[in-house]
């Protein structure tokens, strides 16, 4: 099976936010601890990197304008990359909170969770974040509120506490109301922490497991079905990329550990293909 570590000069404390962009050809990534946001072309393999001011956990693109709605310390921005510009779009958390992961759904809206800067207290919350700018609070008490993955049709939702080792399943409405909270998976010991989260086309729910150094596959009922061990123990998130949706691409974390591919991005075959990314449409 292929392992591939991403050739570059530099290791992520925390990689986070993996975006896969089809108009670029090109895989997107954070690094929240070292205020970084990453790009791998997949023509040549080329890494480009950009500074950005403050912690990040995520970005995705817009549909209908340049550049990124991003995750920037508590907010929710407008980001470019060349040059660095930031606007603040949203404001809408706690102090001493920050964001940590989100997706778009095919209605052009964005889901995103946030945590407490030392992921202790339940502060977290889950927020949707139309296309007019406004900032929802949909769901709350999250210590580490983590991989939102969406179902194709737009009709469930999966979001993570990885401090409580849960993944949640939400059904939701056209209007992005959410029902009520269900227990999807609770990861059992050995399993590692579920972090970052990504669906793939049979419905198939693709989780990065931290601390035990591999992403697994779970399937729609919620069974353990298979898994992907990799060379670093922090694995932090996982999407599917290339023009056939058919190559993984995994971050991981430096932060903490003394591991030589600690921090590294991975590229995985998982057999399978992924379902499409989408771009905010505000």
């Known amino acids: 099976m292929l392992l591939r570590t991403i050739p570059r000069e530099r290791r992520d404390m925390l990689g986070e936010g993996l975006l896969w962009s089809a108009r670029e050809d090109a895989v997107y990534w954070t690094d929240i601890l070292g205020r970084r946001v990453n790009r791998l072309r997949l023509a040549d393999d ?23 709605i991003a995750g920037l310390d508590r907010r929710i921005v407008a980001l470019t990359l060349d040059p660095v510009t930031v606007e603040t779009l949203a404001d809408p958390d706690r102090d001493g909170n920050r964001m940590n992961d989100a997706k778009a759904d095919a209605a052009g809206r964005i889901w995103a969770g946030t945590m407490s800067m030392d992921g202790e207290g339940p502060s977290g ?10 900032a929802t609070r949909v769901d709350d008490g999250y210590r580490i509120a983590n991989g939102p993955a969406i179902s194709a049709d737009g009709r469930m939702l999966f979001h ?24 999807f998976v609770r990861f059992e010991d050995g399993w590692g922490d579920p972090d970052g989260m990504t669906l793939d086309a049979e419905g198939g729910l693709w989780i990065a497991c931290w601390g035990a150094g591999r992403v697994t596959r779970f399937t729609p009922e919620g069974k353990r079905d298979r898994s992907i061990d990799l060379p670093a123990s922090q694995i932090t998130n996982c ?4 023009p056939g ?7 991981s974390a430096a932060d903490g550990v003394d591991e030589p591919l600690g921090g590294a991005l991975f590229e995985v075959d998982p057999g399978c293909r992924g379902a499409p990314t989408h771009r905010y449409r505000g």
Do not use: C, K, M, N
């Open 46 to 68: 080329r890494v480009d990197s950009w500074e950005v001011p403050g912690t990040i956990g995520w970005v995705i693109e817009r549909e209908d304008q340049p550049g990124f």
């Open 125 to 134: 919350s889950f927020y949707r974040f139309d296309t007019d700018h406004t």
């Open 160 to 183: 993570t506490d990885s401090g409580l080792r849960t993944v949640y399943r939400f059904a939701a409405d056209e209007d992005g109301a959410l029902g009520p909270r269900e227990v």
């Open 239 to 242: 999407t599917f990329a290339g």
């Open 245 to 251: 949706l058919d190559r993984l691409f995994v971050t």
